[in-house]
């Protein structure tokens, strides 16, 4: 295969990996950023002898930027070591040391105590290692991991060991910023962030076992303080009267700081509001602020050509946003991945909807079946989870446990405006029951229940995936649920020199011609999907954003250096499909 390095990989300095602070909704000055070179080795043993390798952390050894360029096998484990001395102006009370995720069982040692075993490749994990460090101040942080990849019941999202199609490069070990703060014992641990929309309030809850009062200071965009509040209270609302709404087009951030006698963060909030509603003509839309919004989204795997799973830097992610939102585009599909929390900030700041998938898994891994049923419309309900390859007990147990991490580790995000449990029936089991979890949970927010295949009625999207097949919407279901499809188009068309693979092409369409290929785009949109407006289509997920491995289908190389479409002729493709839109919506019935 080709090694495809990224222009953000080429400038990469080994001491400064992604510097950038990893949660910007509950920001501090105490930091310390742990990337970087580690020691590192992968043995079949789970006690180490020796490090014989290094590794640049957070890239997985998988991946180019690692330095190590091996696959961890099921039965193998990864051991990573780091030295580092600390500065005792930098201790307070109590010392964290925070994985923003590795993948996938990791057990941590911190000056040879044994401290935590970890079990999730995808969400982030915290403790406390105050009580493991003596007066040297030296800290030896070690972990030993294994990764089971697609051989069990664990969450493993779209890698495969046997990778082809629509499956990538497994991975494992760090593969997400490692860092470490230090607090006073009364510390503010969490935060709850959100609008009240129509009340003109600010929502903020603090989870801390701090009892006195604290301050909180409002700003607006421009840094102009407009509010100050003091309470002593653990829930707060804050008025904010006259406050100017977070859109796509106009992402408008307040920005917080909440200051004790013991501590001091800094947050933000955007002002917006979701909803389902009918609109005058009896059709179900999306409503952002009380409008009907036509959402144009692209699918987004997050995948790099030589950071795999890891962005190679902040700008990496910062400018995969900005190309979309030239093309015109005003949402992306995260698609089965959790990205580090900068991620979302910068859809938050630049103006990008979001939909967040949840992880899946499958013990059994042939979708064929799916795919046909799909084409003839046929829905298997829960009673068939053996054939969504989700029978495992455990794997259930595991699904739900890192669902619920998800959903709080994202619950502030101002962007994110639906959750997608699960995808195309992978893995998928008790579908109504976790419909509700979500919804408890979260009713700030929609959700398409089952994106693509499996469809048990619930949810607010009537979600459907067309590749192969014509697309057809029937009115009559958009009166009940918000018509969506989210996944289609998927036309490849291949760039040589920027290929993963100069054998095969996947794709649902393949063009050798540029000319016929964005022909067909247009053909796409002006054609097949304008015919659908008129019967309630409202979000579009166009395949994708770049390529990934053998997937060719993306508006972008999978090294990013190649935009294969006309920036004019996809942004004016969009402005056709929202002025079509407005035009519906708005005309007298």
């Not at 580690?38 to 998988?62: A, G, Q």
């Not at 991946?63 to 039965?75: A, D, E």
């Not at 199609?165 to 607090?183: A, C, K, L, N, R």
């Not at 987004?300 to 190679?312: E, K, N, V, W």
């Amino acid at each position: 295969m080709n090694q495809l390095i990224t222009r953000y990989g080429k400038n990469i300095d080994p001491n400064k990996v992604l510097q950038e602070y990893p949660r910007p909704q509950l920001k501090r000055d105490s930091y310390i950023n742990l990337n970087g070179y580690w020691d590192f080795s992968i043995s079949d043993k789970e006690i180490c002898d020796k490090y014989d390798e290094r590794i640049l952390v957070p890239f997985s050894p998988e991946s180019i930027l690692s330095g190590v360029n091996k696959t961890l096998l099921p039965g193998m484990y990864a051991h990573y070591r780091k030295e580092i001395i600390l500065n005792s102006d930098f201790i307070k009370d109590l010392v964290i040391l925070h994985f923003g995720a590795v993948d996938q069982i990791t057990d941590l040692y911190i000056n040879n105590n044994f401290v935590l075993k970890h079990v999730g490749g995808y969400v982030p994990f915290s403790v406390d290692i105050t009580d493991y460090i003596d007066d040297s101040l030296k800290l030896e942080i070690r972990l030993t991991v294994s990764d089971t990849t697609d051989t069990s019941y664990h969450l493993y999202g779209k890698q495969r060991l046997v990778h082809e199609g629509i499956f990538y490069t497994p991975q494992s070990g760090i593969w997400q910023t490692v860092w470490m703060e230090s607090v006073k014992k009364d510390y503010f641990k969490d935060i709850s962030i959100y609008p009240l929309f129509d009340e003109s309030m600010i929502y903020m809850k603090l989870e801390t076992d701090f009892l006195g009062e604290y301050e909180i200071r409002v700003f607006d965009n421009d840094n102009n303080l407009v509010k100050k509040h003091s309470t002593n209270d653990l829930i707060s609302l804050i008025k904010l009267d006259g406050f100017t709404p977070w859109t796509p087009e106009n992402p408008y951030l307040y920005y917080l700081e909440i200051e004790s006698e013991s501590d001091s963060i800094k947050t933000y909030v955007g002002m917006r509001i979701f909803e389902r509603k009918l609109d005058d003509s009896g059709t179900m839309r999306f409503y952002l602020n009380h409008k009907p919004y036509f959402q144009s989204g692209v699918l987004d795997q997050g995948y790099f050509s030589d950071g795999l799973l890891t962005a190679p830097s902040d700008q990496a992610m910062i400018d995969d946003i900005l190309v979309m939102k030239k093309l015109g585009f005003n949402m992306l599909r995260k698609h089965i991945k959790i990205e580090p929390l900068r991620w979302y900030y910068h859809c938050d700041r630049l103006g990008m909807l979001v939909w967040q998938d949840m992880l899946s898994g499958c013990e059994h891994k042939n979708v064929v079946f799916h795919h046909v049923l799909s084409i003839f419309h046929i829905h298997l309900n829960d009673r068939f989870k053996r054939l969504f390859g989700r029978n495992s007990i455990e794997g259930k147990k595991l699904y739900e446990k890192d669902l619920e991490i998800m959903l709080n580790y994202l619950k502030n995000v101002t962007s994110l405006c639906v959750w997608v449990p699960f995808n195309e029936a992978w893995g998928q089991f008790d579908t109504l029951r976790i419909l509700e979890k979500v919804r408890t949970y979260d009713k700030h927010r929609l959700i398409d229940h089952a994106s693509g295949w499996s469809d048990h009625g619930g949810g607010d999207f009537y979600s459907r995936h067309i590749y192969y097949q014509g697309i057809k919407f029937k009115k009559r279901l958009a009166k009940k649920r918000i018509a969506a499809l989210t996944e289609f188009g998927g036309f490849s068309y291949p760039v040589e020199g920027h290929r993963y693979n100069d054998e095969i092409i996947f794709g649902y369409k393949t063009f050798d011609d540029l000319s016929k290929f964005q022909k067909a785009i247009e053909v796409l949109y002006k054609e097949k999907i304008f015919s659908n407006l008129n019967k309630g289509l409202s979000v579009l997920v166009y395949t994708q954003l770049s390529d990934v491995e053998d997937e060719v289908n993306g508006f972008l190389t999978y090294d990013r250096e190649v935009l294969k479409v006309d920036e004019s002729m996809v942004k004016a493709l969009n402005d056709f499909i929202y002025d079509s839109f407005k035009k519906i919506v708005t005309q007298k019935k």
